[in-house]
Nanobody
């Protein structure tokens, strides 16, 4: 089992930055790919970004490409999502997930955190 805990969400104004963290514990979590997903009110869960366990490969949704950066520090068992130039449409609960393979499909991830709320006001 891998346990994931997100942090760093909050209420911010449009245009500012936030950095979300995803701390992992349990089984050796450094060999897991990490994905970030988000869910806005009344909508389904949406892929945001993913990173290979090595950190050498990343993948982004078109909606966040150029504004968000996913990274990880395996020594700290933590992944990050740096979010710049935030927009009101980025408002959602953000979840991190872990699995042996990198994917943009939520159903392929076995482990999930509880989520952290990000609210962007205009």
């Amino acid at each position: 089992q891998v346990q994931l805990v997100e942090s760093g969400g909050g209420l911010v104004q449009a245009g500012v930055s936030l950095r979300l963290s995803c701390a992992a514990s349990g089984r050796p979590s450094s060999r897991y790919a990490v994905g970030w997903f988000r869910q806005a009110p009344g909508q389904g869960r949406e892929f945001v970004a993913a990173i290979h366990w090595s950190g050498d490969s990343t993948y982004y949704a078109d909606s966040v490409k150029g504004r968000f950066t996913i990274s990880r520090d395996n020594a700290k068992n933590t992944a990050y999502l740096q979010m710049n130039s935030l927009k009101p449409e980025d408002t959602a609960i953000y979840y991190c997930a872990a699995d042996s393979s990198m994917s943009d499909y939520d159903y392929e991830y076995d482990y999930w955190g509880q989520g952290t709320q990000v609210t962007v006001s205009s």
